[in-house]
């Protein structure tokens, strides 16, 4: 769910800071992935500190369409029903 159920719970608690959300990078990605969520990361949670990175890698075979990662992900945006991991 890639903290989807974790966040939509929190975000109907009250909002008096004893209910918190230690999110992942998937939080902020969620709404790309399912436009459908029950909540919106930007309106319903405030950052409080950030406690780590973690660096994201794109990967795509060698053949996949474009030069570089904006040729590609405009492909992604024309062409429907594609799969990712």
């Known amino acids: 769910a890639g903290t989807a159920i974790g966040a939509a719970y929190v975000a109907k608690q009250r909002n008096d800071g004893y ?34 990175e973690v660096p994201l890698v794109l990967a795509a075979k060698p053949n996949a369409p474009g030069k570089n990662a904006q040729e590609y992900f405009a492909y992604l945006k024309r062409t429907p029903n594609l799969n990712y991991g």
């Open 19 to 52: 209910t918190l959300l230690v999110a992942s990078s998937t939080f902020t990605m969620a709404p790309a992935v399912n436009p459908k969520l029950p909540f919106d990361p930007a309106r319903d949670f405030t950052p409080v500190a950030m406690i780590g």
